[in-house]
């Protein structure tokens, strides 16, 4: 069994992006924690962001795409399930007008400059007035309250330059 190390990253489930200390076996991560260096986090994590090690491991992780045929999840290759999608997509415009399919752009797609390119093509080929991110679904507080605080939407503005103590 290899040794146990530990290696410095940050949290990709979220924009707080909270500094992590990994524990890996070989490549299997064994643990996540808080990094109490972190300049921002300071050690604190979400139970989302402790649990990515077991997201990441788990049996039922999709990684590869898969379609409902018959009742049952198949996989399928990417041409196949984009084909599907596009003419699922089609169907819902068709019958429900453009604002019946709308984009969202996770927070991985923030540390994805090609997603957020493919996002860009998808909305002039299907040009629709709803676009989401999780900025606007889950954390549409922070800018809010960075902005009234601070002045700049821009998060942990005070915690970053001190700006916010001689208020």
């Given at each position: 069994?290899?040794?146990?190390?530990?290696?410095?990253?940050?949290?990709?489930?979220?924009?707080?992006?909270?500094?992590?200390?990994?524990?890996?076996?070989?490549?299997?991560?064994?643990?996540?924690k808080g990094?109490?260096?972190?300049?921002?986090?300071?050690?604190?994590?979400?139970?989302?962001?402790?649990?990515?090690?077991?997201?990441?491991?788990?049996?039922?992780?999709?990684?590869?795409?898969?379609?409902?045929?018959?009742?049952?999840?198949?996989?399928?290759?990417?041409?196949?399930?984009?084909?599907?999608?596009?003419?699922?997509?089609?169907?819902?415009?068709?019958?429900?007008?453009?604002?019946?399919?709308?984009?969202?752009?996770?927070?991985?797609?923030?540390?994805?400059?090609l997603g957020?390119?493919?996002?860009?093509?998808?909305?002039?080929?299907?040009?629709?007035?709803?676009?989401?991110?999780?900025?606007?679904?889950?954390?549409?507080?922070?800018?809010?309250?960075?902005?009234?605080?601070?002045?700049?939407?821009?998060?942990?503005?005070?915690?970053?330059?001190?700006?916010?103590?001689?208020?």
């Amino acid at each position: 069994m290899p040794a146990v190390r530990t290696v410095r990253s940050y949290c990709r489930t979220c924009l707080a992006a909270c500094g992590v200390l990994i524990d890996l076996e070989g490549d299997r991560i064994v643990r996540v924690k808080g990094d109490p260096d972190h300049p921002l986090s300071r050690g604190y994590t979400c139970p989302k962001g402790r649990a990515m090690g077991e997201l990441q491991q788990h049996p039922e992780r999709l990684d590869d795409p898969m379609l409902r045929r018959d009742g049952k999840l198949v996989g399928v290759d990417w041409n196949e399930m984009m084909e599907e999608l596009t003419g699922k997509c089609a169907a819902i415009r068709e019958q429900h007008g453009p604002a019946a399919v709308g984009l969202y752009l996770g927070t991985g797609g923030g540390y994805d400059s090609l997603g957020l390119f493919v996002l860009r093509s998808m909305q002039r080929a299907l040009p629709m007035p709803s676009t989401y991110s999780a900025m606007t679904i889950d954390t549409p507080c922070l800018p809010l309250v960075s902005s009234l605080m601070s002045g700049s939407m821009l998060p942990n503005r005070c915690s970053i330059s001190k700006t916010c103590d001689s208020r």
